[in-house]
């Protein structure tokens, strides 16, 4: 049995929680779970110690790409926008409407939270070259949120920025955590974005939104946000070196997981697409390991049996866990603590198994070419 097929919807519903209006739609986008994306802070001195001078060419042309702005004109609704969203947003059914509000909502808080931590990097640090990049990244992730809010808008649904600013919690990640985890989700987004995109290119009958349709302009940005972090790293070889190979491990599984869980409450959603939920992380999970190849001397292996029994044990905890939640009282919360520990435990021997090695190649930069 598949995955999506062993999820009945009353359990992704206990995963999501359902949006029936602006204020359930503003209060998912704050509220911080395990899976929720995060807004983050960090530390700006140490920041403005990096030195990019070892990569210096490379960066000065990905600075001439950001300059030249190629996504400047893109992020506006073309005139059949509205007439496609008047048709198609009646004909999903109630619950695949849920999931893709989820989408809609969790995708707006992933793009603001990079809005929100490269602006606070550019206002805070004084090296040149990190803040002309933070400049350039915030601009794009602004246009990003506010394209996906406009979206939400239609269902009269829109998050109020400046509120969601001011009342979700930060949390602190050192620099260069920050670089491992915002690498991976820059990629991660780009390759979640194409694959839809791809997907829709061939099946135009299953793209039940306009939204996907700019997908393809768009997730070159997040490719090149995720050049940027990929040469700082380069820069700077001690965060790819030692210990920090064991933390460039920590965070390749807990991204991978959490994107795995999540995307595994969304059956309907890709089913839409044509797809199965599955299959299409295993396709976004190859994407981004391939491409991480350049930067990063370890990457999980996805084809492993045991890499896929834990991925799967994952879901059915987190699916008990909610169930547990929703049960409440003492069974309930032992239910929820049970749980919480064999997550633990999957996540550590997911943990344990073995990496495989890369050569860094001598040429950082990639072409999005997929
Ligand atoms: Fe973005
Ligand atoms: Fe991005």
Redesign the pocket.
């Known amino acids: 049995m598949t995955q999506a097929a062993a999820l009945d919807f009353d359990h992704v519903e206990l995963l999501i929680g359902t949006v029936e209006n602006a204020a359930d739609a503003n209060a998912k986008a704050v509220r911080n779970t395990v899976l929720s994306p995060r807004f983050y802070t960090t530390d700006f001195d140490a920041m403005d110690k990096l030195n990019i001078e070892p990569v210096r060419a490379e960066w000065d042309i990905m600075m001439k790409e950001y300059e030249g702005d190629n996504n400047h004109d893109h992020f506006q609704r073309d005139a059949a926008f509205a007439d496609e969203v008047r048709e198609l947003m009646p004909q999903l059914s109630p619950e695949m409407r849920q999931e893709f509000l989820d989408f809609l909502i969790s995708s707006l808080t992933?793009?603001f939270s990079?809005?929100i931590l490269y602006n606070e990097v550019r206002k805070h640090v004084k090296n040149p070259d990190i803040k002309q990049l933070m400049t350039f990244m915030a601009r794009?992730?602004s246009?990003?949120?506010g394209f996906i809010n406009q979206s939400l808008r239609d269902f009269d649904l829109g998050i109020d920025l400046g509120q969601l600013k001011r009342t979700k919690s930060y949390t602190f990640f050192k620099p260069k955590f920050i670089f491992y985890a915002t690498y991976l989700s820059?990629k991660i987004?780009y390759a979640r974005y194409i694959t839809i995109y791809r997907q829709l290119e061939k099946h135009p009958d299953k793209r039940f939104h306009p939204i996907f349709r700019w997908f393809e302009r768009?997730c070159n940005?997040?490719f090149r946000?995720g050049e940027s972090f990929a040469l700082i790293m380069r820069a700077n070889p001690d965060l790819l070196r030692g210990v920090n190979l064991l933390w460039i491990r920590f965070f390749i599984l807990a991204v991978y997981a959490t994107m795995y869980v999540r995307d595994h409450t969304r059956p309907l959603l890709h089913e839409a697409m044509g797809f199965e939920s599955t299959e299409y992380d295993y396709e976004v999970f190859r994407i981004t390991s391939d491409i991480a190849r350049q930067v990063f001397p370890v990457e999980v292996d996805i084809d492993h049996p045991a890499f896929r029994a834990g991925m799967t044990r994952l879901v059915e905890l987190s699916i008990a866990n909610a169930k547990a939640k929703e049960r409440g009282g003492v069974i309930g919360l032992l239910g929820r603590a049970t749980t919480a520990v064999q997550a633990a435990f999957t996540f550590g021997r997911l943990y344990l198994l073995p990496v495989k090695k890369n050569t860094l190649p001598a040429d950082i930069r990639m072409q999005p070419t997929w």
């Open positions: 992933s793009e990079g809005c794009d992730e246009r990003h949120a820059e987004g768009w940005d997040e946000h």
